[in-house]
């Protein structure tokens, strides 16, 4: 399935029912929850580590996965979290255009920031984008001309082009606090693949991801102050204590912020991300979810 960005951009699909055996609780229409999985960077839907998510999380219901512009088959360049809240926000309009009345997103690192966001920017009860056409007071819902969106959050959040967009709850893994933040050498070397032109010909040729040359402008809402915005909907935030991109005072920022309405899992031995998200920890991810947005 392709499915269109706000923006234009082309959004590579991919819907899978429940499994047959699934442990789902259906509402009255016999409509299931659906799991919406935003991949980190460099990722795509078709990588194996993003494959075993959606395995696992088909035990609870539909999973929706798509790659982010620049990544797989997508169209577009990478703005490396900025503007694919508008592919996240597609996927989800998708998820409930097929019926599905319950969307957990879940995210991981650079999929992390995004969910946060997207729940700031698309809170559920906001208006039509056709009607109020803003998201956030100053910026166009759908994107400007250059497909930038808005910066902020204030105010009601919109629908997707499609229909409405928001989530049910959210799941943040391995996702960091703050931008621009090169404490890590794992974090350094990202920086020069996105900001060099040698490293986005790395991040091209070896990594098979388009990044967009531009620098943001205007820079996006930071996950902190997202996270601050998400309450009531339900947010899980995980992060592993072995992460070499991301220490804790990032998901102990993104909690902080959050307040009360967030759960924190500090995972001991666990890396980052996808790829250090063992079956175990979905099926605990997926159980979650269900419990804090159950229905169909």
Same mark, same amino acid.
């Given at each position: 399935m392709v499915l269109l960005a706000a923006d234009g951009v082309a959004i590579e699909a991919v819907y899978e029912p429940a499994d047959f055996d699934a442990d789902v609780t259906q509402d009255a229409a016999g409509r299931v929850p659906v799991t919406v999985v935003a991949h980190g960077f460099t990722g795509s839907a078709g990588r194996p580590h993003v494959r075993r998510a959606a395995a696992v999380f088909r035990r609870y219901g539909a999973v929706i996965t798509f790659s982010f512009r620049g990544h797989g088959a997508s169209g577009g360049r990478s703005t490396v979290g900025d503007r694919e809240v508008l592919d996240l926000a597609a996927a989800v309009a998708w998820a409930r255009r097929l019926g599905h009345r319950t969307v957990w997103t879940v995210g991981f690192s650079m999929g992390g920031s995004v969910v946060l966001r997207h729940a700031a920017l698309y809170p559920a009860g906001g208006p039509d984008a056709h009607a109020s056409g803003h998201a956030d007071g100053r910026g166009s819902a759908a994107a400007d001309a250059h497909g930038s969106v808005p910066a902020d959050g204030h105010g009601s959040g919109p629908a997707d082009a499609h229909g409405p967009a928001h989530t049910d709850a959210v799941v943040a893994v391995s996702a960091p606090a703050r931008w621009y933040y090169r404490g890590t050498a794992a974090m350094r070397r990202l920086h020069w693949v996105v900001t060099r032109p040698l490293g986005r010909a790395v991040g091209r040729y070896g990594l098979r991801t388009r990044i967009h040359t531009s620098d943001w402008d205007p820079v996006p809402l930071d996950p902190a102050e997202a996270a601050a915005r998400i309450a009531? &909907?339900?947010?899980?935030?995980? $992060?592993? *204590?072995?992460?070499?991109?991301?220490?804790? *005072? $990032?998901?102990?920022?993104? #909690? &902080? !912020? #959050?307040?009360?309405?967030? *759960?924190?899992?500090? %995972?001991?031995?666990?890396? $980052?991300? %996808?790829?250090? !998200?063992? %079956?175990?920890?979905?099926?605990?991810?997926?159980?979650?979810? !269900?419990?804090? !947005?159950?229905?169909?």
């Open positions: 009531p &909907t339900p947010l899980l935030l995980v $992060h592993g *204590d072995r992460d070499p991109y991301f220490p804790l *005072d $990032h998901p102990r920022a993104l #909690a &902080t !912020a #959050a307040g009360p309405q967030a *759960d924190l899992w500090l %995972e001991p031995g666990m890396g $980052h991300a %996808e790829n250090a !998200a063992d %079956e175990a920890l979905l099926a605990r991810i997926a159980d979650w979810a !269900a419990r804090r !947005a159950p229905g169909g």
